[in-house]
């Protein structure tokens, strides 16, 4: 069991977060509660800011929202000097809303809408991130249409396999993401770039995929996409100025997860790309990083009400919670293992073997299937570690199930983030005819 950020257990043997009593934060926000430990998310933004830098290279640092998004966040990240990368017109409105200086946003996606993209050039983003030959058609149309030039970066697909679940692999050669750096055509579409009136190519984008434990993996893409980038210069003589190595660093979920050092990680990768583009004769400008889940999902904890156990004729005991699937679902998803601890019974002795399951009408509804917990009862509040990343992000309303309020929590106060919902927000769109 690993505690994180400012987590400690006080003398009533109960869960603090941000010197917040989580039982406390339980009875007066309700549960199930996401809690974000601020300071935590601070303290990592400036961890990556610090040690991806390089000299005579400007570095950029870009958070990627999907992991987790709102006003409050959006804030912090800004007010830490990262950029942003979103995905959808839902993003980019909720980044604009909170003030983000659209020169700082990145805007990714393999199918963006016209309206999309439209919102994106009227508002001027920093840089869109063309997922396909395809989409530059479009974006050329709206950008004529609107009287505009913007930026841009290529996604290419290095065709690395990272040793991750498969559904978060994002570099294999046959991947939707991005046009493959293989490809006998890319002078082609790198020509059909240079030729535009209405883009400007910058360079290139690549990410390998999510939850990556292996230092290698990271290594292989620098080394890859130089030899890329020299290879292009060289065949069709166009000197790429940006570099975006995109994200994926693995965090620590549960027993056996072990995370990259993540400061000499940054800094290899620093020093292999300089070493590397030097010897390949590249005047690269600009290179950049997309962490998401490596900054929040830490500095996330969900508490939850315990409504009863149950011992079945199989002999399994479960621990029934308020919430479930529908404000966790990456354990269906992907077989996703956590940590918990019960938040008011820390310093008890775990004797019992317990899965924790949630209360939507689907077997599959299951946080934690096998876990050592003290003896469990009615009323005691589970605090589920490590659920800042794609918790939130993923939550829905199955069962009609109202979505959870979110907290921000430091040096003894709590803020809220995000309302939780109520009946009356579910049936909100309805309409009876």
Do not use: W
Not at 156 to 171: C, F, K, L
Not at 306 to 313: F, M, N, R, S, W
């Amino acid at each position: 069991m690993k505690l994180f950020g400012t987590m400690n257990v006080n003398d009533k043997g109960h869960l603090e977060i941000g010197k917040c009593d989580t039982t406390e934060l339980a009875k007066e926000f309700g549960t199930p509660l996401y809690v974000v430990d601020e300071d935590l998310v601070r303290n990592t933004c400036r961890e990556f800011k610090n040690n991806f830098e390089i000299e005579g290279i400007e570095s950029e640092v870009i958070y990627a929202s999907k992991a987790f998004l709102n006003l409050a966040i959006a804030k912090v990240i800004c007010e830490e000097g990262l950029s942003l990368d979103v995905v959808s017109g839902g993003e980019l409105y909720t980044a604009l809303k909170a003030n983000f200086p659209a020169s700082r946003i990145y805007m990714h996606g393999n199918n963006k809408t016209e309206s999309e993209l439209t919102m994106a050039i009227e508002e001027g983003i920093g840089r869109i991130v063309v997922d396909n030959r395809n989409e530059l058609e479009v974006i050329e149309y709206l950008c004529k249409s609107l009287n505009k030039k913007i930026d841009v970066l290529l996604r290419v697909n290095p065709g690395i396999e990272a040793h991750t679940h498969e559904y978060i692999q994002t570099s294999k050669n046959d991947s939707k993401f991005g046009e493959s750096i293989f490809d006998e055509d890319m002078c082609r579409i790198i020509n059909r770039f240079k030729n535009s009136e209405s883009v400007n190519l910058k360079g290139f984008h690549c990410h390998i995929g999510s939850q990556i434990f292996e230092e290698k993996s990271f290594y292989s893409e620098v080394s890859d996409m130089i030899k890329f980038l020299e290879k292009i210069k060289n065949e069709c003589g166009f000197c790429t100025e940006e570099l975006n190595l995109g994200g994926g660093f693995g965090v620590y979920y549960s027993e056996g997860d072990k995370p990259v050092n993540l400061k000499s990680c940054l800094k290899n990768m620093i020093s292999i790309l300089k070493e590397e583009a030097q010897k390949s004769g590249l005047n690269i400008k600009k290179v950049m990083i997309e962490p998401g889940r490596s900054i929040i999902a830490n500095a996330g904890t969900t508490l939850y009400k315990v409504g009863g156990t149950k011992k079945t004729y199989g002999g399994k005991k479960y621990v029934f919670i308020d919430g479930g699937m529908t404000d966790n679902p990456r354990t269906a998803l992907y077989d996703a293992k956590y940590e918990a601890l019960v938040a008011n019974k820390v310093n008890v002795e775990n004797n019992e073997e317990y899965t924790i399951g949630g209360k939507c009408c689907e077997s599959g509804d299951i946080i934690i299937k096998e876990i050592e917990l003290p003896r469990v009862e009615r009323g005691d509040i589970i605090a589920v570690l490590t659920t800042g990343a794609y918790n939130y992000s993923m939550s829905s309303n199955y069962n009609r199930i109202p979505k959870p309020a979110v907290v921000f929590v430091k040096e003894g106060e709590a803020k809220i983030a995000v309302k939780r919902e109520t009946y009356e927000d579910i049936i909100r769109n309805d309409i009876l005819f």
